[in-house]
T-cell receptor, first 114, second 111 residues
Framework: NAGVMQNPRHLVRRRGQEARLRCSPM?????VYWYRQLPEEGLKFMVYLQKENIIDESGMPKERFSAEFPKEGPSILRIQQVVRGDSAAYFC????????????FGNGTRLTVT | QQQVKQSPQSLIVQKGGISIINCAYE??????FPWYQQFPGKGPALLIAIRPDVSEKKEGRFTISFNKSAKQFSLHIMDSQPGDSATYFC??????????FGQGTRLTINP
């Protein structure tokens, strides 16, 4: 867990504001995944990125949500005009991208929308 | 087709007992089945994983049993300890990417 760094750990936003969640993958990992976890529920896939490319965004809501993983710097999950239903824990995972290599998760960002 | 169904939702086991958590999947393309352990306030941590070419994998007190024909797999925790109290998630994927998770089982080990 310690290898994947997510910040902030806790984020409070008012309805209508923007939330930016950052994820630095483990050293040597070029693939990043974002998952959302609602209270008492499992993790739901949102998006899969490689450096500068979105590979699979089938789990991302069509509006207000976007993700990027630039050549330099962390991956960013951006939520515009947050609503109360966006309150959740957002987890980032990384892998080296080699087939059948396991995903390593960070400790998450807990977003609360007031 | 993409779902992984996990049961039970919660489980209480006495210290020293065997904890058993079950999962079922539908997509026969899945070829990687990990179990993750999550403590409160932490991210999921990989516990043990299995591929469909074997029926059982054991690591210490943790064993995965896999039934390909029934499309089911389970986690057994032998000699369960209070430190095992956590939420456990099964998952499935093809090529170990884009994991599909079960709903989770909250395990409590009573001392």
């Amino acid at each position: 867990n310690a290898g994947v760094m997510q910040n902030p750990r806790h984020l409070v936003r008012r309805r209508g504001q923007e939330a930016r969640l950052r994820c630095s993958p483990m050293k040597g990992h070029s693939h990043v995944y974002w998952y959302r976890q609602l209270p008492e529920e499992g993790l739901k896939f949102m998006v899969y990125l490689q450096k500068e490319n979105i590979i699979d965004e089938s789990g991302m809501p069509k509006e207000r949500f976007s993700a990027e993983f630039p050549k330099e710097g962390p991956s960013i999950l951006r939520i515009q005009q947050v609503v109360r239903g966006d309150s959740a824990a957002y987890f980032c995972a990384s892998s080296p991208g080699v087939s059948n290599s396991p995903l390593h998760f960070g400790n998450g960002t807990r977003l609360t929308v007031t | 087709q993409q779902q992984v169904k996990q049961s039970p939702q919660s489980l209480i086991v006495q210290k020293g007992g065997i904890s058993i958590i079950n999962c079922a999947y539908e997509n026969t393309a899945f070829d990687y089945f990990p179990w993750y352990q999550q403590f409160p306030g932490k991210g999921p941590a990989l516990l043990i994983a299995i591929r469909p070419d074997v029926s059982e994998k054991k690591e210490g007190r943790f064993t995965i049993s896999f039934n390909k024909s029934a499309k089911q797999f389970s986690l057994h925790i032998m000699d369960s300890q209070p430190g095992d109290s956590a939420t456990y998630f099964c998952a499935a994927s093809w090529g170990a990417q884009k994991l599909v998770f079960g709903q989770g089982t909250r395990l409590t080990i009573n001392p």
